[in-house]
């Protein structure tokens, strides 16, 4: 049973132009969400947070919404550049320590 | 510093083998996780420390058997691994608060033959 999911496997878009990457959850208890980035070899970097008391967080080029009636969160990332090419995880957790993972999109940023 | 190490980068062992995987951060955080993740998929997590005591186990098989020395530390030990063990084991590391973000190591590859 998979309660995170990231149904997009690959996005590829524009430099410049907005990235939006989503997210879908089932279970209702899930109270944090997190977007990680990953490169090849590397863990995974934290990026953006949101608690489920918020509906929009802001960090410079990174927002994330929350729609807790549809369960499902976006990472929008603006403008999207080269560097900005991994692959992004979303996570949820109810508290703070069991964090759960979807399945990753790969997001190709092309010049 | 938001920065967790993790030794050896790549391990390759026996299945008759006993080696031993670590991680260390100074960041002063309270809890650490190991994770393991196998291509194309994501992390799923294995264990918790939280204050140097084991909180979660995810119903790991006992040939993994994690340590947690002191609070910047964590040893996962490996013992009698199967070929199927073989994966990218991620060390992380948090305040220990509720709703607060994880801090990944770089990871060790580790294969079993």
């Known amino acids: 049973d998979q309660q995170v999911k990231q149904n997009s496997p690959s996005l590829s878009v524009q430099e410049g132009r907005i990235s939006i990457l989503n997210c879908d959850y089932t279970n209702s208890m899930f109270d944090y969400f997190l977007w990680y980035k990953k490169y090849p070899a590397e863990g995974p970097t934290f990026l953006i947070s949101?608690?489920?008391?918020?509906d929009k967080n802001e960090d410079g080029r990174f927002t994330v919404f929350l729609n807790k009636s549809a369960k499902h969160l976006s990472l929008h990332i603006v403008p999207s550049q080269p560097g900005d090419s991994a692959v992004y995880f979303c996570a949820a957790s109810v508290g703070a320590q069991k964090l759960v993972f979807g399945q990753g999109t790969r997001l190709t940023i092309n010049p | 510093d938001t920065e967790v190490t993790q030794t050896p980068k790549h391990l390759v062992m026996g299945m008759t083998n006993k080696k031993s995987l670590k991680c260390e951060q100074h960041?002063?955080?309270?809890?650490m996780y190991w994770y393991k993740q196998k291509a194309k998929k994501p992390p799923e997590l294995m264990f918790v420390?939280?204050?140097?005591?084991?909180?979660i186990n995810e119903s790991v098989p006992s040939r993994f058997s994690p340590e947690c020395p002191n609070s910047s530390l964590l040893n996962l030990h490996l013992h009698a691994l199967q070929p199927e063990d073989s994966a990218l084991y991620l060390c992380?590391?948090?305040?220990?608060?509720?709703?607060?973000?994880?801090?990944f190591g770089p990871g060790t590859r580790l294969t079993v033959t």
């Open positions: 420390y939280s204050y140097e005591k084991l909180s």
């Open positions: 960041m002063g955080h309270r809890a």
């Open positions: 992380a590391s948090s305040r220990g608060r509720d709703r607060d973000e994880q801090y």
């Open positions: 949101i608690s489920s008391i918020k």
